[in-house]
């Protein structure tokens, strides 16, 4: 994002990016933070934890830009409400409203009408997970996501803009799997991709 806001041609550097391998945690269902689209709930009753998780980028979130305008046509993928959090955490009380007017930082894999369906990832993930009610995930949990960053029509993987409010970038990845996991037990409660299916 610096190079772009002074405007200096990053061509160079981000030419050492295009294929990395690259990994995601983000925290969610903090204590106090509604989000219907990234949640979890426990059913006393039953005993069973659901969790779910929806993309929901569309053209019209992403950077304003003529090459995004342009060269794609379709999107799937994450923002990370934090960027200011440098790990996966509920914030502390005084801190968890702070998400408006930040910059965006969105992971996403974008596809043209020439790209395969079968390829692209989902754009929702649900499960269902008997646990004891001690076992209920107080501290939120966990969206890892995993795979390869990808070059844009302009060679670039990253891509940072200015737009009304704070600046966006879109880190243009390909993304292999996905995964749902309880930082407080480590367990693996879900997993999608490279083969794998949500238990």
């Not at 950077?63 to 790990?87: C, N």
Request: glycine share 10%; hydrophobic share 40%.
């Amino acid at each position: 994002m610096t190079d772009a806001a002074l405007g200096r041609d990053d061509a160079a550097a981000q030419r050492q990016l295009r294929g990395r391998k690259f990994s995601v945690r983000i925290r969610f269902g903090c204590p106090g933070v509604t989000n219907p689209d990234r949640s979890w709930s426990y059913d006393d009753k039953k005993q069973v934890l659901r969790v779910k998780v929806r993309s929901t980028l569309t053209s019209d979130g992403l950077p304003k830009s003529d090459l995004l305008a342009k060269d794609y046509q379709g999107v799937v993928g994450f923002a990370l409400a934090r960027p200011w959090l440098l790990s996966a955490g509920c914030p502390a009380p005084g801190f968890d409203a702070v998400a408006s007017g930040e910059p965006a930082i969105l992971i996403a894999q974008l596809f043209t009408d020439a790209d395969s369906r079968v390829q692209r990832p989902q754009r929702d993930y649900e499960l269902t997970k008997a646990i004891e009610p001690n076992e209920q995930p107080g501290d939120g949990l966990d969206l890892l996501l995993s795979g390869r960053l990808a070059e844009l029509a302009d060679g670039r993987p990253i891509h940072c803009a200015a737009q009304a409010g704070a600046p966006a970038c879109l880190v243009s990845a390909r993304i292999d799997r996905v995964a749902i996991e309880n930082p407080a037990s480590g367990e693996l409660l879900g997993e999608w991709g490279s083969g794998t299916s949500s238990p």
